[in-house]
């Protein structure tokens, strides 16, 4: 059962890369909405990204 | 801070090894691909001495160039033996103190009889006392140096705003970075009210996570940031600063949560209890996953050029790699930024006041 492994860590990274990519696709959509705002909304996306990026880490450890 | 990394570097440096020295033990180096695997392994530990590098002279003997480094030893029977990371030969001799003798077993120390001999249990783990290791390891030593720069830059810099109100030479780069730090990631968190007795973590924590990072990237082989001790004592001193700071209003909003239904308030407050550790270890793993990852990503990219062996390999690992280290270079200063900015956030949750909302 050792290759579930690999398997699980990959449905990881796809989730995490999916949610990145959303934050990151909303964050160009916002900026290009509201270019004045730009500084605030990449502060918004980082932590945002982070915080996925976070939970995807803890779960590749426990894969 | 930095007094209490280097006690847990040394510390966990023992149990990180202990299963590294299984796995090794078991596997024998059969092919290329073992050979690479174990050397980016290698790259990932820490270790008793500063090598640069290693190779094989003429009479067919590894040569190794690089510093010794002192191993602090300490346990119950034979007190403390201090000496120099140099008598054990890289593992290949005993090294003897004072009538104890020390062997070097897969990057972790022993306490062995004149000759050496390590015993093992079962499960193939070493049966031998271990002393308590407090050595100078590479990360500590250059823990210690990273901190010394930062204290000689950043008092001079100091110094020099009491007779000028302009920075003179390098600390013209530097101002723009910790206003950044000020304006854009302490005031908005924290708020206007408290930041101040922040500023001072919050700037150290952020050059000393940069420069260690990039340092990692240089090719003398240090990586302090990848090893979970140091970024669990970075975390840990987040979580005791945000726990001791906080105001009522903070422990309110965790276990009396206004605004709720009661029967609710029983269920969430043990989650929000569990939020509290969540969050420094989420910062915990990030800054070590994203530099380790990095680390073993890069190395296996430069490992293609031996498994190729071919025209193709070189410039394609070449070019990979180079890529590669310019995306580490960002991600060495976005780590930076977000652990301070993780940490800015949670110290303002802490000190949040009630009309503040």
């Known amino acids: ?63 | 801070m930095f007094l209490f990394s280097f006690v847990a570097v040394a510390q966990h440096h023992d149990e990180e090894h202990a299963q590294h020295a299984h796995e090794l033990a078991v596997e024998p180096v059969s092919s290329l691909r073992d050979e690479i695997k174990e050397f980016i392994n290698h790259h990932l530990l820490d270790s008793h001495d500063f090598g640069l590098f290693s190779y094989e002279n003429e009479q067919g003997e590894e040569v190794h160039v690089g510093a010794p480094l002192p191993v602090i030893l300490y346990d119950s029977e034979s007190g403390l033996n201090i000496f120099a990371s140099s008598k054990f030969h890289h593992g290949e001799t005993v090294a003897e103190n004072n009538g104890n003798y020390f062997k070097l077993f897969h990057g972790k120390i022993y306490k062995t009889n004149a000759s050496g001999a390590i015993s093992y249990d079962a499960h193939h783990h070493a049966t031998n006392v271990k002393p308590f290791d407090f050595s100078i390891t590479k990360n500590v030593t250059f823990i210690f140096l990273v901190g010394l720069l930062m204290f000689l830059v950043f008092t001079k810099m100091a110094k020099n705003y009491k007779t000028n109100t302009m920075p003179k030479g390098f600390g013209r780069l530097l101002e723009p970075i910790i206003l950044y730090v000020r304006d854009d990631i302490a005031i908005p968190n924290i708020g206007h009210k408290h930041y101040k007795k922040y500023m001072s973590y919050l700037l150290t924590v952020f050059f000393f996570v940069w420069i260690v990072n990039l340092l990692g990237l240089t090719p003398v082989g240090i990586n302090v940031t990848n090893n979970i001790a140091v970024t669990l004592s970075l975390a840990l001193v987040t979580y005791f600063l945000t726990t001791f700071t906080a105001n009522k209003n903070y422990w309110k909003h965790i276990f009396w949560m206004p605004g709720v239904p009661t029967p609710m308030k029983f269920l969430l407050a043990p989650i929000e209890l569990l939020g509290t550790i969540i969050k420094p270890f989420s910062l915990m793993i990030r800054l070590y996953a994203n530099i380790t990852a990095g680390h073993i990503v890069l190395m296996s990219i430069i490992g293609m050029m031996f498994i190729f062996k071919n025209w193709i390999g070189s410039p394609l690992s070449f070019g990979l790699a180079f890529a590669l280290s310019l995306l580490e270079l960002l991600v060495a200063a976005l780590q930076a930024y977000i652990f301070t900015m993780l940490s800015a956030l949670y110290f303002g949750s802490a000190v949040e006041e009630h009309d503040d909302h």
Request: charged share 10%.
């Open chain 1, 1 to 63: 059962m050792e290759g579930l492994n690999y398997i699980g860590a990959g449905l990881i990274v796809i989730g995490a890369g999916l949610g990145i990519g959303r934050i990151g696709g909303s964050a160009m959509d916002a900026i290009a909405r509201q270019p004045e705002a730009s500084g605030k909304i990449q502060t918004a996306m980082l932590i945002a990204a982070a915080l996925i990026e976070g939970i995807g880490f803890a779960a590749l450890f426990a894969a």
